[in-house]
């Protein structure tokens, strides 16, 4: 069936580093993305909703500068984590639309040290 | 607003057995859609279970089923015959608006908190 990769699946950077996330569709076109955010042992947030060829639509009180989203293309999304704190440490996930179906990706796990 | 609501604690069940998830959802959309999704320790969202809220049977997926009473905003899933692989994070999620793709991830989820299911063998 219809993949959505995500890279890297796992990542350790340094405080201050940017961090970046490919979401990428690998056998059919995605208009829609979509981010989310998942805390240890708490439920996926969605961060903000990404449109190929247009500025992504963010949740509220998810800082746009600090978490950079584009969707160049209609197989790849990129969330890139900027100026990363511990904080930031956290699992992100993506899921990608089609016409017809749509699945998440396999998430990535951010450690900021 | 939408909210999802999973209270239960830790759920045990044995192998072979039946085990009900509780899930109860508020929103004052009268189009909507419920889901069900397994997360396994390596993080991966997968798709169990749709219910749109103009089905008037309730879903089934194999040993999955969505006890989907309207009336009282619930959508508890049912997992018939438990296996050791079944052990996971379970998510009951809703999409506000029209009911449209079964898998869900195309629309901006709303997802409860959790519930974690351990297997005994």
Redesign the interface.
């Known amino acids: 069936g219809a993949v959505v990769s995500q890279h890297p699946s796992r990542v350790i950077c340094k405080s201050g580093t940017s961090v970046k996330i490919e979401c990428r569709s690998l056998d059919f076109q995605a208009t829609?993305m979509?981010w989310y955010r998942q805390f240890p042992?708490?439920?996926?947030?969605?961060m903000a909703?990404s449109n190929e060829g247009s500025k992504a639509t963010y949740e509220q009180g998810v800082e746009k500068d600090k978490f950079l989203i584009n969707h160049a293309s209609l197989t790849l999304s990129t969330l890139t984590v900027t100026s990363a704190h511990p904080e930031d440490s956290s699992?992100y996930?993506c899921?990608?639309?089609?016409n017809?179906?749509?699945?998440?990706?396999?998430?990535t796990?951010l450690t900021v040290v | 607003a939408q909210k999802i609501t999973q209270t239960q604690p830790g759920m045990f069940v044995q192998e072979k057995e039946a085990v009900t998830l509780d899930c109860t959802y508020d929103t004052s959309d009268q189009s909507y859609g419920l889901f069900w999704?397994k997360q396994p320790s390596?993080?991966?969202?997968i798709?169990l279970i749709y219910q749109g809220s103009y089905d008037e049977q309730n879903a089934t997926e194999g040993r999955y089923s969505l006890n989907f009473q309207k009336a009282r905003k619930s959508a508890n899933l049912v997992i018939s015959a438990s296996q050791l692989g079944d052990s996971a994070m379970y998510?009951c999620?809703m999409r506000e608006g029209p009911p449209a793709?079964?898998?869900?991830?195309?629309?901006?989820?709303?997802?409860?908190?959790?519930i974690t299911l351990s297997v005994r063998p």
């Open positions: 829609t979509f042992k708490q439920s996926l947030m969605l909703t699992f996930i899921s990608a639309k089609s017809t179906e749509a699945f998440f990706g396999q998430g796990r | 999704y390596s993080g991966e969202m798709f998510f999620a793709r079964r898998t869900g991830a195309n629309s901006k989820l709303t997802f409860g908190k959790g």
